[in-house]
């Protein structure tokens, strides 16, 4: 069986993220979801915690009938060492064979430092969640580049501060 990863921080969760996994699972029988940066929660950068970003990818995810048994999603916090953040990845999702990244650091972290096969993935939808935080910010039309569940959870958020 072969075995992609995928890391983000999914702060929040948007259409792109979406298109990188349906990317990676076309590749691989079973993929792990690492969220990135999980221990960061209600900053400017990081708004969302881990269990909230869980539940954008996990309920996305199954709007878009994608079988639970194709996925894991697991939490990655930081550890702030770039030379032996690679084997502590690993030590958290076990073994992968392909990592998928649009991430430049990512890349080069585990080109380093790491002996994975490395695939890009497409950025077939041009969005950040850098914009998507500016634009909730702005009060403007956030939405449109969200999956329906993570629409729903960013909006319990906004009426929770």
Known sequence: MK????IGRFQPFHLGHLSAIRQALAQVDFLIIGIGSSQYSRTADNPFTAAERREMIGGSLADEKIPPDKFKIIEIPDIHNDATWPAHVR?????????FTGSPDTRKLFEEYDS?????VKFEIKISATEIRQVIQKNGDWQK???KTTGRIVSQYLLRD
Do not use: Q, R, V, Y
């Open 145 to 147: 580049n969200l999956p």
């Open 116 to 120: 994975a096969k490395i695939m890009p």
């Open 3 to 6: 075995t992609g990863l995928f």
């Open 91 to 99: 030590s958290l999702t076990g073994d992968f064979d392909i990592l």
